[in-house]
Structure formats: C-alpha cells, structure tokens
C-alpha cells in the first residue's frame, strides 16, 4: 500500500486531489458519483479507469467534456471488464519489452459496470477476466436496475421491485425473482479478494477499497448504489436510503478473501426492520397492500437467514 | 525486436494461416488476443507456438470470446501499443460491435480475417460473407489472393493502420482453406528486415502515459456525432495515398507489386470480371487461355475493399464494354454488394458497361477455370450486342434452374 493515502478523517479524504471532476450530468444525489469518488480517492496510484455503457459512463464523458482527470476507457455494455484487462495487458508486455522503464510505478486498473453490466450483459466477460487472473478491481455500482435506459429490471432487482420491465399491477407484484447473489459467485471465480461496500459507510469502503488495490489479480467490489430516480426517494435521501439497506442488512457489509475467509465488516447496533427498508422507497409501494404483505414477512426471513449464514461462516473462517 | 530471432529460408512452404503469424511475430505485436474458430484457428495456434517457443516477448491471451479478443485488443491499443487477432465467419459476427468501436476510436489494430461463410445453414468453408458483413465498420480492408499476398498484406497492415494521417484498425483477408490451408511457396523477409519495414509502434493518447490523462470511447450526441463519423471517412479517404506509399515501398524491399486496383490484360480488353480473393488467380487463367478463341478478357480486383477505389476503378473500366461482377456473399435481396459498388464507381461515366451480378462460390463451392471461361464468353456477346442476354443476376452454379436467374 506504499502508494496510498493515509485517510484518517473525511477531512484528509475529502481534500485528496480529485481525478472525479464536475462537468457530470449524473441526477442530484446519484450514489455512483459518490462511490467513485471514493474508490479514486482511496489511492494516488495512476488509474486506468473503465466503464460501461450506462448512467455513469453516458453521464462523465460527454464530448467535448470529460470528468476524468485519469487515463479512462468506454468501449460497450458488456466489455468495460476486458477492456481494462486488455490495457493491463500492454501494461505488462510494455515492462516486459522495457517500453516501460522499471522504474515507472505500477499503475492501478479499475473497471466500473452497473448491475446490469456485470449481473447480466457483461458477465461472461467478467468471469473470463477474473479466470485468466488479470491484475484488476471491477467495481459493480449496483442499483439494482437498469437505470440509463429508465428502469428495467436486471437480475440484480430484488424481488416485489417495480420496475418498467417488471411492473406492479392488479395481477403482478413487480420483480418475481430474488437478487442474484454476485459476491459469491466471483468469490468463486478463486477472486483473491471480493468486498461489499456502501457509500454511506466510507470508511469501510475505503479501507476495502485499498485492500484490494494491494491484493494482486482480480478483485471485485460490490457497491451499492441508491438511485433517487429508479428507487424514486428525494435527491438529498440518498445516504439515509443507503443508511436504512446497511441497517436492516438488506445489503450485509462484508468481504472474502481467497473464497475461504469471510469477515463481517459492519454490524449494525440497532438492527433496522426491513419494512422501514422498503417502506422508505417508492419502488416497494405496493407491497403494503395487504394482500402482498406477506412477501415484506418473506423478505424479513431471507434476510435474517443470510445474516445468520454469514455470521456462521465468519465464525468457522471459511 | 528484443524476441528470440527465427531463421528463415528465402522460400518456405507456408499456408495463409502461418503467413498470418509469421506476420504478427515479425510485426512484433505487443498484445494479441484471440479466440479459436475454423478456418483461422491455426493462426492463433501457430503464434501460441511462438509465445511458447519465445519468438514474440508480448502478450499473448486466450480469452473466452472473440468480442473479449476484439474488447480485449481496443484497450490494449488505447493502453498504447501493437495490437492484433484473428478471426472468420461467426467470430467475426461476434466482433462486429466491437469492429465499429475500435475504427470509432481510431485504433490501429489489425484483424487477420480468414473469409468464411455465415451460418445458417453452418458451414465452415470460404466464402466472403463476413468481409461483407464488416463493409461498413469502418476499418481499412486489404484482399489477398494467395498465400505470399496474405503474409505480405498483413505486415503492411501494420504500417497502413498505424500511419499519422490514417490511424485506423486493418482487416486483412484471405480465403478460408483455398489460401488458409493450402501450402505454398512463400518468400518471407528476415525478421530484422520486416521490423523495420513496419517501424516501432507510435503511441497517441495512450492511457499509460499518465503525464497526460486520455478520455477515449465518449458519448456525443448530434451535436458531434456527424462531424466524428466524417472525420473518420476523412482518415479512411487519406488511406488511400498511404496505402500507395507503403505499396512503393513494399516494392523496392521486395520487388513484389502490388496496386490498389490489380489488373490482368486490362489493356484493350472489351470484358472483365471482377472479383476478390483466391478467384482472382483462377480468372487470370481463363483470360490468358481465351485469347486463342479472339476474346479479349481481363480480371480486375480492387486490393482495398475498403476504403473501396471508386476512381481509380472507373478510371479504368473506361473502355470494358461487359463486366461480370463476382459476389462471393449471398445476396440478401439485391444485387451483391461489390455489383453495386463497382455500378456506383461508373453510373456517373461516359462509359456504361453493360454488367452482370454473378453470385457463387457460397459455402466454399469450387469456381473453375472453365466455368470463368464460360463467363467470358457470355460476356463477350453482351459486348457484341451492347446488352445483357441473359438476366442481370445470376447465382452461378446452384443447383436447379429455378433458382439461378434474378431480373431483379
Ligand atoms: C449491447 C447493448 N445492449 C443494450 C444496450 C442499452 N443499454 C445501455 S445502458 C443500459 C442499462 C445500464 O444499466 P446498468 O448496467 O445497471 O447501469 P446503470 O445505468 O443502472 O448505472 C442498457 C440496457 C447497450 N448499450 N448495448
Ligand atoms: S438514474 Fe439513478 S443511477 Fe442514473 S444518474 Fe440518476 S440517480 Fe444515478
């Protein structure tokens, strides 16, 4: 970690200098631009940044604009994985040529993909990336919908979500599936190195963040991410809404470190019912009907067992 | 080059494919990323050997699709050096959004693309459909004929693509099996030679030169989106010039011509075909062997397909009066692309050659010397007549009447 900052306080964090400028068009209170700040901000490293197509990449570099101040690459939907392995690539070929003088420090390659970009599209790409072992951070800015192209559902939309694609109705009560659960799955892949990280929780997310930045081959991050429009709260509710997923362990923070030892990194002091959760967000309107209630009753079980099931692992360290 | 040399005869006996990798080797690629599919697999594997052997020192990944090799390949080439892969038929299809973003983002990869046809029916044999199928993607498209044009074209690849003025990614084709697979005798460059011939790989806005941080791959709208689509047809257009240069200069190292439109008996000839690839060889024959009979017959082949040489084509079709243009793709329609094409070279002409759209060859279906000399022949009474006898279009060689004739 020689390269990276000692952040003590959100002081010494906040006054880092940016590589994450102005001249977005992200909505008021988009939680993407929070995270990327702070993944940016967690290193002086140089970057090499990609993204996929969706809210953060139509948003930050709109020609002739750019809010990068950072090396950063959008190719497609799917393949902002592989285009940072491929840059990881020449890195390595140009040291071994000795283009790149030794002596030059090793920069860091992140790529940035919504929930759709890594859950579903993008996926075979991700799972290539990771099994050929690439020296890189994907950061998946999860909220839980495609939300560039106004709110379908992705396999990252938890179930009775609202979702253009997957709408309440008299008959229907929205997304039917539950969420998939990503972080395993690359824990899987034999990722050295996989984190789930809120916004909300900096402090956590940057000490992660920096973990993985020092762990060498793939290493994938799952943050959540509010977004006011699609999760339709106000712009200025996004960390309370972050706050309430953190709390009522909707969104468990936690991280695997060579698929075998799995640490707890936040627990809530006062456990929030996952009915304050989804009450807090518009999307979930309808579940209050009594006759959807009991799905609010369901989702509280999965929880509290999934809460169980990582605390059972964390204790036997696998 | 800091790889391990190779010691090579002043003839060996390469197919297409090892011409491929011979290429990348000398070319001295700095990332090559792949994926296996037939007839180009060998290719890969030949520089797999390489890597192996250490006669490249780059990069070589094996990735889990062709749209990763191309995705992997445009940003290795925006990190900032020499990039290539291989590919034919349903790879390539699998690439093509990636082709557009590479040429959108004027990368100079090289893409050795072994023709074969598109699947359905699936079939793994030669023909152009997925040269056809990237027409438009904005990438320069050299065409071989054989197997030294094909070791010859991709390492020019290489010094087209990376040129200033140019600085766009290069599809260089050869026919799948006919040329990808059948041995022949091939007269390489030295190693040393062919490096310098290509030159060292020129950076521009390289994501690893951090002194300078590069945005490549932005969103535009209307208010931008036109003028960089013309500014890419611009660098296509300015290819042409390079493309001229590199050939001179290919010429004086080697003594090997070639021209951006190649031509065979064009002087005084009254019919041509014209055509791509391995049928170009095949066609020269049966000009050559037609003079006996009084018929005077010439074969034309354009050697960029794209950027595609509407003048220099017209310009030399002035005095052909009946012209068979040759489509190795199923027509989907219409007339074949390169019918129409070569139609939009002279329709603003004084000379109007009467001319024939004849599709064959599909799925790897063998065109012989003699069915080219009847082709002649029926072109030489379109000439005599000033008209088509027969209909316009023709697919030539399929099996049962009902299917062969087009009014279109
Ligand atoms: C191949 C392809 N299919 C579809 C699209 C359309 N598209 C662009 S962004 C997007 C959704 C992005 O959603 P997500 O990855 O979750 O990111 P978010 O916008 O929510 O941040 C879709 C469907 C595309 N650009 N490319
Ligand atoms: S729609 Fe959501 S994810 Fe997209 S910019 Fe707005 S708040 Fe952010």
Known sequence: ?318 | MNSKQMELNEVEVWDGNTCNAQALRQASVDVVAAYPITPSTNTVENYATFHANGYVDGEFIMVESEHAAMSACVGAAAAGGRVATATSSQGCALMVEVLYQCSGMRLPAVLCLVNRALAAPLNVNGDHSDMYLTRDAGWIQLDSFNAQNAYDLTLMAFKIGEHMDVRLPVISNQDGFLTSHTAQTVRPLKDEVAYNFIGDYVPVNAMLDFSKPVTHGVQTEHDWHFEHKAKQHAALQAAFPVVEEVFKEFKELTGREYNIVETHNLEGADVAIICLGTTYETATIAADELKEEGIKAAVVSPRLFRPFPLTQLAQKLQNVKAIACMDRSAPGGTVGALYNEVAGALINTEARPVMRNLIYGLGGRDITVHELKDIFRDLAKDAENGKITGKIQRLHGVRGPELSFYEL
């Open chain 1, 1 to 318: 970690m020689s390269n990276q900052k000692v952040i003590k306080n959100l002081k010494t964090f906040s006054t880092a200098a940016e590589r994450f400028e102005g001249s977005h068009v992200l909505c008021p209170g988009c939680a993407h631009s929070i995270i990327v700040r702070e993944v940016l901000n967690a290193t002086n490293d140089n970057l090499v940044v990609g993204a996929s197509t969706g809210c953060l990449e139509v948003c930050t570099a709109i020609y002739p604009h750019t809010s990068w101040d950072c090396s950063w690459i959008h190719i497609g939907f799917e393949n902002g994985s592989t285009a940072i392995a491929g840059a990881e690539a020449m890195n390595k070929a140009l040291r071994k040529k000795g283009r790149i003088s030794p002596d030059t420090p090793e920069p860091k390659f992140v790529a940035f993909g919504g929930d759709g970009a890594t859950y579903d599209i993008g996926f075979q790409w991700i799972s290539g990336c990771f099994e050929r072992g690439h020296d890189m951070m994907y950061v998946c800015l999860d909220n839980e919908v495609y939300a560039n192209t106004g709110g379908q559902r992705s396999s990252s939309t938890p179930i009775g979500a609202s979702t253009t694609t997957a709408p309440a109705g008299s008959t229907s009560y929205g997304e039917k599936r539950n969420k998939k659960d990503m972080l395993q799955i690359m824990a899987a892949h034999g990722s050295p190195y996989v984190a789930q990280v809120a916004p909300n929780k900096w402090k956590d997310m940057v000490k992660k963040i920096q973990k993985g930045f020092a762990t060498k081959g793939p290493v994938f991050i799952n943050a959540m991410s509010a977004c006011t429009t699609e999760w339709k709260f106000q712009p200025h509710e996004t960390i309370e809404a972050s706050d309430l997923a953190v709390d009522s362990l909707v969104f468990p923070l936690y991280e695997i470190v060579d698929g075998t030892e799995l640490n707890i990194t936040y627990r809530p002091k006062n456990i929030v019912p996952v009915r304050d959760y989804l009450a807090f967000q518009p999307r979930f309107k309808h579940l209050f009907k009594p006759e959807n209630e009991y799905l609010i009753d369901e989702w509280q079980k999965r929880v509290d067992k999934y809460w169980e099931y990582l605390q059972r692992r964390e204790e036997a360290r696998v």
